[in-house]
């Protein structure tokens, strides 16, 4: 009896696929829905970060005196100097601050507009 028992596993373990008929779907399976996963993390994700970076990339080399420029850390300015590492920007009258030129945030739109002077 156990021989029986024996050779039954063996008959039952021979075909070697998976217990459900039909679902013995290869490694290309198994590997589509990350494969779906990465596509949709690049279209929302890294394309829109890195084409943000290749903007500020431009802006950045763009800059010239005169341009009024945000920090990243909220100074408003106007550009006084550049140099390839460096921006120097008034931020008062006769106050001058350098700082990196990769801290700009972005170009001050006209927004505000200048104080009316009074006689």
């Known amino acids: 009896m156990l021989l029986a028992q024996a050779g039954n596993t063996?008959?039952?373990?021979?075909?070697?696929?998976?217990?459900?008929?039909?679902?013995?779907?290869?490694?290309m399976m198994q590997l589509l829905p990350l494969l779906l996963m990465f596509v949709v993390f690049y279209f929302?994700?890294?394309?829109?970060?890195?084409?943000?970076?290749?903007?500020?990339?431009?802006m950045l080399a763009n800059l010239k005196r005169g341009d009024q420029v945000v920090t990243s850390g909220g100074m408003l300015g106007k550009i006084t100097g550049l140099t390839d590492r460096m921006v120097t920007i008034e931020v008062a009258?006769?106050?001058?601050?350098?700082?990196?030129?990769s801290h700009i945030a972005g170009k001050q739109g006209d927004a505000e507009p200048e104080p009316a002077k009074e006689n």
């Open 44 to 58: 929302l994700l890294i394309r829109p970060q890195q084409k943000k970076a290749r903007e500020h990339q431009q």
């Open 93 to 101: 009258e006769k106050i001058r601050l350098r700082v990196l030129r």
């Open 10 to 27: 063996n008959a039952q373990g021979k075909g070697g696929g998976s217990a459900i008929p039909g679902c013995g779907g290869g490694g």
